[in-house]
């Protein structure tokens, strides 16, 4: 499956600013309220909303509602890919960078 540029970078974007990283990593423990993922922060419940709607936009959190709460749960699938993504450019990279090494050796070599 091939990431697409714009899941891309909405994932990139998302996991660009430290506070949406953190409230992930606060999501590994399992699902949570809006109300106790802010609270850690020094933002307001707004600022941390916004950084949630990012991560939504990313695919990286469900939102449900239950009545007035809203509750999220981690949704690791655009990690999954970003991370076959990066494998697939190393590889891809370490090929070309492999074959650059062998052209320089040859040449020094034809010296």
Same mark, same amino acid.
């Not at 949570?32 to 707004?46: C, E, G, M, Q, W």
């Not at 990012?54 to 007035?68: I, M, T, Y």
């Not at 999954?80 to 190393?90: F, G, V």
């Given at each position: 499956?091939? =990431?697409? @540029?714009? &899941?891309?970078?909405?994932?990139? =974007?998302?996991?660009?600013?430290? /506070?949406?990283? +953190?409230?992930?990593?606060? #999501?590994?423990?399992?699902?949570?309220?809006?109300?106790? #993922?802010?609270?850690?922060?020094?933002?307001?419940?707004?600022?941390?909303?916004?950084?949630?709607?990012?991560?939504?936009?990313?695919?990286?959190?469900?939102?449900?509602?239950?009545?007035? @709460?809203?509750?999220? /749960?981690?949704?690791?699938?655009?990690?999954?890919?970003?991370?076959?993504?990066?494998?697939?450019?190393? +590889? #891809?990279?370490?090929?070309?960078?492999?074959?650059? @090494?062998?052209?320089? &050796?040859?040449?020094?070599?034809?010296?």
């Amino acid at each position: 499956m091939n =990431i697409s @540029e714009r &899941q891309l970078d909405r994932t990139l =974007i998302a996991l660009a600013d430290p /506070t949406r990283r +953190a409230l992930l990593a606060k #999501l590994t423990s399992g699902e949570a309220r809006v109300t106790d #993922l802010a609270k850690p922060f020094a933002l307001s419940l707004n600022t941390v909303s916004k950084h949630l709607k990012s991560l939504e936009r990313a695919g990286l959190v469900k939102r449900r509602r239950v009545g007035r @709460e809203h509750w999220l /749960t981690l949704r690791p699938a655009p990690l999954d890919d970003l991370a076959r993504w990066i494998d697939e450019k190393r +590889a #891809l990279w370490s090929f070309r960078l492999k074959r650059l @090494e062998t052209l320089l &050796q040859e040449e020094d070599s034809d010296d």
